[in-house]
């Protein structure tokens, strides 16, 4: 993300703003605000939770107790881990109860099918074949609509996990209660279950959606868009050039033009982001070292 | 001079005086290389009488048998009553130093030092807390392989017991005593856990963290399994907060579940837990304190969980490691024409 790739569109559109001497490229909302709070309030409850909790997964490691001191011991550790939790449940629950009042309440369209919509289409396993030819140098990048298929199952990875993590963990959390309707083996399961969705959770996160979303070469070192919401016309023609053409085509794309995010929020995006991708990577680190030693 | 005379008399009187004082004060001399210690035979001329005693008539004998056939027999008196190396008048005083079994023992003694029993004694004061020789003997002293020492595996909790009588009667009770009477090598008494010499107090997080090591010398798939639950992961990180195998099992009375008395037995396994969990019922007993996904034949259902994580988590990883490592390499060589599209 050169300077010049930048500035290149935006010479294009200068006409469209003369008041601005550089003025920069379009912008198009990609993500809404209530999105980009959904993913902050996810980002920073999975990071205490897989800080909070590798300690009990890999109690053998030498550097278990350690992390656990740092939230003041295991009681202190799980404390940090149930408020989480509870926080990351409670934002998951709000998402999809929000779904289904923006589909049956307020009547949006395309929300459970079409291109728009996070369910995987027919168009995704082209899009992957398209991909896998493309990876081999023997085919064009398939043209990708407004979620990949890799988005998408990032995205049902969360919802899956936190209902399976979540389930696990109220039974963890209050046991006494859940031997009301549940026989004490559930306990084992529970545990079982806990430990290892986590271990697919933080290792799909911090490894693969690390680099899907941000640290592969076109994005290196992170995708602002989450944190800004918008992204550039050229990067949106380029990326995701299904949802461009759709988008021009209906004439919808100029009623989704935003100011550019300022120069100070991207710098605090930034910031956010290397946050969480250090924090993140560090523990893949601990991980590695606890696995190989 | 009138004085004449008086003046050397009394010269005479006060220098001889001072040589009578300076004569009573003066102490002997240090012993000279030929004064010689008392060898054993001196010490049992008078010790060897069943009827030798202190002034307050506790007994000083020694009898000569036991103390020939004792681990020491090699050794001199005088090398553990050191005070008496010098001994030129008999009968010695009553109070003598105590014996300095550290001199030889240092390990052993300074580990002692440090240990509860130790403390009590330097510390606090406390005389009734044992010394070397309450559990060891003195002149009757035998090495632990002995079977008749005190130290013997086999004695050791009566040693222990006759201060700690609370606890030897609820150790005699469990199945540890009854492995040990019936002369297993392997059956845990007192020192197993609480060691020898440095024993702490039972109530330190450290003292309780280290007995799960010891109970995983006999029972290791037992603490093996132990350590795959919330309990054994926590206590392995170092807290005791939650329930180590003491916690459960019992300590000092351990029973087979199959006894009714046992903690763990299916009468008062509610109880048991539910001295955490309050609350606890018959349903919340129905967790398994040592499962094993593993072992099919102990955690069926764990087995059948544990191989589906397997092919899931193997799977994930597996498809998206591929996913990721092509995609870096066709973006490596892709560089130069997509570099300036985002």
């Known amino acids: 993300m050169t300077p010049a790739a930048v500035e290149a569109p935006v010479r294009e559109e200068a006409r469209e703003t003369p008041e601005m001497k550089r003025p920069p490229a379009r912008h198009i909302q990609r993500f809404d605000a209530a999105t980009r709070r959904l993913h902050v309030v996810i980002m920073v409850t999975f990071l205490l939770l897989a800080a909070t909790g590798l300690p009990i997964l890999f109690s053998e490691a030498p550097w278990g107790r350690a992390l656990a001191m740092l939230f003041g011991g295991f009681q202190g550790a799980g404390f940090v881990h149930r408020v989480a939790g509870a926080t990351l449940l409670g934002a998951v629950a709000w998402h999809v109860a929000n779904v289904f009042w923006r589909a049956f309440v307020r009547g949006e369209k395309g929300l459970f099918w079409g291109p728009t919509s996070m369910v995987p289409q027919a168009k995704d396993f082209v899009d992957f074949w398209q991909q896998m030819k493309w990876f081999f140098n023997l085919g064009p990048a398939p043209k990708f609509e407004q979620f990949t298929y890799w988005e998408k199952f990032d995205y049902w990875a969360v919802l899956w996990g936190t209902a399976i993590m979540g389930a696990a963990g109220l039974i963890l959390w209050f046991p006494v209660a859940a031997a009301a309707i549940l026989p004490g083996w559930m306990f084992n399961v529970a545990l079982f279950v806990h430990g290892a969705e986590a271990a697919l959770a933080i290792g799909f996160i911090f490894v693969v959606h690390f680099f899907n979303g941000h640290l592969r070469p076109e994005k290196f070192p992170m995708d602002l868009v989450i944190f800004t919401g918008s992204l550039s016309e050229d990067e949106l023609r380029h990326e995701r050039a299904a949802q461009y053409e759709r988008l021009t085509r209906t004439g919808e794309l100029d009623g989704m033009v935003v100011q550019p995010p300022a120069e100070d929020a991207r710098r605090r995006s930034l910031m956010y982001g290397a946050a969480g991708l250090t924090i993140g990577l560090g523990l893949v680190v601990l991980i590695l070292y606890a696995v190989v030693r | 001079m009138r004085m004449g005379p008086g003046l050397w008399l009394g010269g005479f009187l006060l220098l001889g005086m001072s040589a009578g004082l300076e004569a009573g004060q003066a102490k002997p001399e240090p012993a000279p290389a030929?004064?010689?210690?008392?060898?054993?035979?001196?010490?049992?001329?008078?010790?060897?009488?069943?009827?030798?005693?202190?002034?307050?008539?506790?007994?000083?004998?020694?009898?000569?048998?036991?103390?020939?056939?004792?681990?020491?027999?090699?050794?001199?008196?005088?090398?553990?009553?050191?005070?008496?190396?010098?001994?030129?008048?008999?009968?010695?005083?009553?109070?003598?130093?105590?014996?300095?079994?550290?001199?030889?023992?240092?390990g052993e003694g300074s580990k002692y030092h440090d240990s509860i029993h130790g403390k009590a004694r330097t510390n606090a004061g406390l005389n009734v807390a044992p010394a070397c020789g309450d559990c060891h003997g003195s002149h009757d002293i035998q090495p632990p392989k002995d079977p008749t020492s005190r130290v013997a595996r086999a004695n050791v909790p009566a040693t222990c017991g006759s201060c700690h009588e609370g606890i030897i009667h609820k150790y005699d009770a469990g199945i540890h005593a009854v492995a040990l009477k019936a002369g297993n090598p392997k059956a845990p008494m007192c020192i197993d856990c609480h060691t020898a010499h440095d024993i702490q107090r039972a109530d330190t997080d450290a003292w309780r963290l280290s007995v799960t090591a010891e109970c995983g010398t006999c029972h290791d798939d037992v603490v093996d399994s132990f350590r795959r639950t919330f309990h054994g992961k926590v206590t392995e990180l170092g807290f005791t907060r939650v329930a180590a195998c003491a916690d459960c099992h019992g300590a000092h009375d351990i029973l087979p579940a199959s006894n009714p008395g046992s903690m763990i037995s299916k009468g008062r396994l509610v109880e048991t837990c539910a001295r955490c969990h309050a609350g606890a019922n018959e349903q919340f007993v129905k967790y398994d304190p040592h499962p094993n996904p593993r072992n099919y034949a102990r955690s069926p259902l764990l087995w059948w969980i544990n191989q589906f994580y397997t092919v899931l988590i193997a799977g994930c990883f597996g498809f998206f490691g591929l996913h990721s490592l092509l995609w870096f390499r066709r973006s490596r060589r892709n560089g130069a024409a997509q570099g300036g599209q985002s």
């Open chain 2, 34 to 106: 030929d004064v010689k210690p008392p060898a054993n035979e001196d010490c049992l001329a008078c010790h060897e009488d069943t009827s030798s005693a202190r002034a307050d008539g506790t007994s000083v004998a020694v009898n000569p048998k036991v103390f020939a056939a004792s681990l020491h027999a090699p050794l001199a008196c005088v090398d553990c009553h050191k005070d008496l190396e010098k001994l030129e008048e008999y009968p010695h005083p009553d109070k003598l130093a105590t014996a300095e079994c550290a001199s030889c023992h240092d």
